[in-house]
């Protein structure tokens, strides 16, 4: 792997950063800041002079900081008019799918970047249809999955041998993840997706798929569920992309693809909340690690190669990531207005170093390229 300043990276495109004042300093505004992602992603820019955070949650709290370069703030983004509270000339971080379309429209509007991290087709296509005729920017897919899934993907369809992905995603349940990353968990199961073989809409876990996410471990079942695409498909050229979610010990997967069979899904989907607040009594189980697997295969089904990736908490890594994205941002100079997604702003070995640059020594992290033998 080679190591490299991420700030003299060359870019293909960067986004329209904030104008700077008179102190250097740029607004940063994080929506959903008191939630999982939002409370780590501060921490991470707590010590960053470059930037002025603003910690956006509709819970009204005052948060004692000895960082002088965060606010926290109560506002709720769904109320009509809410994008004029917000500081102006800002970078907006989305962690929430809260957020209506037409605050982030307002937005872009003004000419300022938004950064999303949304994981639901529905909502993504939403924010990208937001974003036509504005000449601010939108980059989705910012965070772990969608976004470091994504690079590992994109890597891969870079070949032109590529056919078909396989994405798999496996969550340790070593702690209980926060209520937006569990709601949104259990209304995956219930979101009906686009087949790409077969032109029709299917319902998650009908089509399961079995991953090897790290060498000399049986191959793990993972349940196929809806996922955004933005940023992997190669220019010119169509791949047939599939999503799969895992949980960690794997019992549970199992468990869900039962639940799946009995066509309980769309039940777990409308009762998201519900079934969260449950969830969170559980005792905690499995180990306290995200993997991903991305797998291509060429045009007679047989296996290329992989992308393998172990890391942490998953909480942990998007905030990273989203980091990551934020000093591409700073170091480019070139402007893309409309919808892009994070391929276009980092490539795969950029984020790698990014990630081992804020964890050095404290996540175990590898990627492996396993190329299938001839």
């Known amino acids: 792997m080679i190591e490299f300043d991420i700030g003299n990276a060359r870019r293909i495109c960067d986004l329209k950063a904030p104008r700077p004042r008179a102190n250097g300093v740029g607004n940063l505004v994080i929506l959903g800041g008191s939630g999982d992602v939002g409370s780590r992603l501060t921490h991470l820019l707590s010590d960053n002079g470059e930037w002025k955070v603003w910690v956006v949650s509709r819970r009204n709290r005052v948060a004692e900081t000895a960082h002088g370069n965060v606010v926290y703030t109560a506002l709720d983004v769904a109320r009509p008019g809410a994008a004029k509270s917000l500081p102006d000339d800002a ?7 809260a957020t209506p379309p037409e605050l982030v429209a307002e937005c872009l509007a003004r000419g300022e970047t938004v950064l999303d991290t949304s994981a639901t087709p529905s909502y993504v296509d939403a924010l990208i249809r937001a974003a036509a005729g504005t000449n601010g920017c939108l980059v989705t897919g910012v965070g772990t999955a969608p976004g470091l899934s994504t690079l590992m993907a994109a890597d891969l369809a870079s ?3 590529v056919e078909t992905l396989r994405i ?7 702690r209980h993840y926060g209520q937006a990353a569990a709601e949104w968990f259990f209304r995956a199961l219930g979101l009906p997706y686009y087949d790409p073989v077969t032109g029709r809409s299917v319902f998650p876990g009908k089509k399961p798929w079995r991953f090897n996410f790290t060498r000399n471990e049986a191959p793990r079942l993972a349940l196929d569920v809806a996922f955004p695409d933005e940023g992997i498909q190669p220019n010119g050229r169509e791949v047939r992309v599939h999503h799969y979610l895992a949980v960690d010990p794997p019992f549970f997967t199992r468990l869900f693809a039962v639940a799946q069979k009995l066509w309980l899904g769309r039940w777990m989907s409308e009762h998201s909340r519900r079934l969260t607040k449950l969830s969170g009594w559980l005792p905690q ?14 045009h007679e089904g047989k296996e290329i190669a992989s992308n393998l990736f172990e890391g942490g908490d998953q909480a942990y890594l998007t905030a990273a990531m989203i980091l990551v994205t934020l000093e591409a941002m700073r170091s480019g100079d070139a402007r893309q207005a409309g919808a892009n997604s994070i391929v276009d702003h980092l490539d795969l070995e950029q984020a790698l170093s990014g990630l081992r640059r804020h ?6 992290m ?3 390229t396993r190329p299938k033998p001839t």
């Open 359 to 364: 964890f050095p020594g404290i996540e175990p």
């Open 168 to 174: 798999g995603l496996e969550l340790g349940m070593g």
């Open 285 to 298: 189980f499995g180990q306290l690690r995200t993997r991903i697997a991305a797998v291509a295969f060429d």
């Open 159 to 161: 070949d032109e041998r």
């Open 91 to 97: 970078i907006v971080v989305n962690l929430t799918e």
């Open 366 to 368: 590898y990627m492996n």
